[in-house]
């Protein structure tokens, strides 16, 4: 009986101190002076650990006295400096009074960890009476020590993650190959599990070029005060100023940015709810002015690679990686601020969309948009690359297609080059660029021997041209001028001779198809019914022109066997043609002598009328 006593009073002991604890700990407190978050925590709630432990992408090392602590203790002290909006948070670095949520939750983990306490405790006393619980040590209570100020990412500190070796132009789908360990690419670990592709290059950055680099700059958003509805002071000052002051307000109204709500503290900062000069541009809003040329992509990124944001808008959110792996953005990098930015070719201010016909990158105004560069003499002198693309490509016939004849379908720059992450496509990569739209003649081109990797082996441009391609002819096969089978192969070469077999191939099944269809032509003109034979002519046509892009293959036999079916067809179209001209010639024959007849036979009745009516009496 005493024992059970004795053990009742002891839980009554134990629950009154973690009352009276519970009671005076300032549960809605966190301890002042700890670095505030610099990102946004949606969607990494459960990352800090992961990436803090082993300073992933430059993130700092959490000191070892939080070692063993968990993703949830870390939001307990550490607030983010702006929240998933964008907007600086409810509370700012340092403050004492974090938000409600924050309240409930540290509330709610202290309430467990004591009552995981008593029933230690209970247990414990239940099982070994008398034995005394030592108590928790400092080591194991103590706060995180105070920072002066939050640690941000270093160029040096990115060098703990492996860096991707390769190009992205054209592989953002990371798990595509690193999922299943494709091509020998190493496979995501365990640790990975969950994450999509969108989110690999927060921590992996491209490897090092051989030139400087610049320190990697993350895509960040500027906190700033919450614009008020209908109370801009940024809209309503600079628009009494001066044009170049007020000009840029003028812009943004009728950008598309103006319309989604994006406002000037957001790439400016500043405090748009202040009426005084002073107070909209104060540093502690955070007002940077004009945005440093080299800060602009990622400050646009800020938003722009961010799937919870553009999703709605069906915008894609890796055009700042494939940017960084652009020739604009790894110059940029390098301290470069002639090079295009964001704000360079999406109108600046006036943002507007790509469907939009006035914007820069509507597909009809791109080739002049690269070309106000690129046409620049100055601008592209120090650079050693040639002035004159636009030049050419307004006379070959894609610029025909798309200027004159406005076929959004013909390529342009971009088309070739790429949009945001522009890059020349180097000689060995043409192939696989003008495959994109060429597709049956890439796979005919890959399977011969002008594909292979040996030096000198012609491709695409070498034969139609970079910039000024032109329409291809059978001429090409003869001659030895610039772009023609000859340029390369002598007349007594046997490659040569493969050539003009090839040659007389093609343009002997192209000559029946063009005697085909001037005998259709000839039979429509005489107003025979000719839609069979049309059918036939669209048959002869497709193989020939399969042949035109089998010759690409250089194997007689592929060809031969398109050609042969393309003759065969022709011939029979020209066969059926000319016997319907012929039998409409005879039947045309046949009523020219049955009129003459009835001709002959109606005067004949006349005679015969009138010599009736001669033997008729008189009246």
Not at 384 to 397: D, G, M
Not at 398 to 415: F, M, N, V, W, Y
Not at 576 to 595: H, N, P, T, W, Y
Request: glycine share 6%; proline share 8%; with cysteine.
């Amino acid at each position: 009986m005493n024992k059970l006593w004795f053990r009742v009073v002891l839980i009554l002991i134990v629950v009154a101190a973690a009352s009276l604890v519970l009671a005076r700990v300032p549960v809605n407190a966190r301890p002042p002076g700890q670095p505030p978050i610099p990102h946004n925590v949606e969607g990494r709630e459960t990352l800090c650990v992961a990436c803090h432990s082993a300073g992933i992408a430059g993130a700092p090392k959490y000191p070892p006295d939080h070692e063993g602590r968990t993703n949830e203790q870390c939001l307990f002290c550490h607030k983010p400096a702006i929240n998933g909006t964008g907007t600086p948070a409810a509370t700012t670095p340092g403050s004492e009074t974090p938000s409600v949520s924050s309240t409930v939750s540290a509330t709610e983990t202290f309430s467990e960890t004591v009552t995981a306490t008593t029933v230690a405790t209970i247990t414990i006393q239940a099982t070994e009476v008398g034995t005394a619980t030592p108590p928790p040590t400092a080591a194991a209570t103590a706060s995180p020590e105070p920072s002066s100020e939050p640690a941000q990412p270093t160029a040096e500190s990115t060098t703990t993650t492996p860096r991707i070796p390769h190009p992205l132009e054209g592989r953002d789908d990371c798990l595509a190959c690193h999922g299943t360990g494709a091509a020998g690419a190493p496979r995501v670990p365990a640790s990975h599990a969950g994450r999509t592709s969108d989110t690999c290059r927060l921590c992996h950055q491209p490897a090092a070029s051989t030139q400087a680099e610049a320190p990697q700059i993350l895509p960040t958003q500027i906190p700033h005060p919450t614009v008020l509805p209908n109370q801009d002071s940024c809209v309503t000052c600079h628009t009494n100023l001066d044009a170049k002051l007020a000009g840029p307000v003028q812009e943004w109204e009728s950008s598309i940015h103006s319309q989604r709500g994006v406002t000037c503290a957001d790439c400016h900062g500043g405090d748009a709810n202040a009426t005084d000069k002073a107070a909209a541009h104060a540093a502690s809003a955070n007002f940077i002015g004009t945005p440093k040329t080299v800060d602009i992509p990622a400050l646009c990124a800020g938003c722009h690679a961010r799937v919870d944001l553009m999703r709605q808008y069906d915008l894609p959110t890796d055009q700042w990686a494939k940017y960084q792996q652009s020739i604009h953005g790894k110059k940029l990098a390098q301290g470069d601020t002639n090079v295009a930015t964001c704000f360079v070719c999406h109108d600046g201010h006036a943002t507007k969309q790509v469907t939009d016909p006035s914007a820069h990158v509507y597909p009809l105004n791109v080739p002049a948009l690269c070309g106000s560069c690129h046409s620049n003499i100055e601008l592209i002198k120090p650079y050693n690359i040639p002035t004159n693309q636009y030049e050419l490509y307004v006379k070959s016939v894609h610029g025909i297609a798309l200027l004159e004849k406005q076929d959004l379908r013909a390529p342009s720059c971009a088309t070739c080059h790429g949009t945001h992450g522009a890059a020349p496509p180097g000689f060995e990569e043409v192939a696989n660029v003008c495959g994109g739209c060429h597709t049956a003649t890439q796979d005919y081109y890959l399977k011969s021997i002008h594909a292979s990797d040996t030096p000198g082996t012609p491709k695409c441009v070498t034969c139609h041209g970079r910039y000024d391609v032109e329409t291809p002819t059978d001429a090409m096969f003869h001659g030895d001028g610039a772009r023609q089978c000859g340029s390369c192969h002598t007349p007594t070469s046997p490659q040569n001779a493969a050539v003009q077999e090839i040659a007389e191939n093609i343009e002997a099944s192209a000559q029946a198809v063009d005697q085909a269809e001037k005998a259709i032509n000839e039979a429509a003109g005489s107003a025979l019914i000719v839609a069979p034979e049309q059918i036939k002519l669209a048959d002869a046509k497709t193989n020939l022109i399969t042949a035109r892009a089998a010759q690409h293959t250089l194997n007689l036999d592929t060809i031969k066997q398109r050609t042969d079916a393309a003759t065969k067809k022709a011939n029979e179209v020209t066969a059926d043609a000319q016997k319907a001209i012929a039998d409409s010639i005879f039947r045309r024959e046949i009523m020219v002598i049955g009129l003459v007849i009835m001709a002959m036979a109606i005067f004949a009745l006349w005679l015969i009328r009138r010599e009736l009516y001669k033997q008729l009496p008189p009246k």
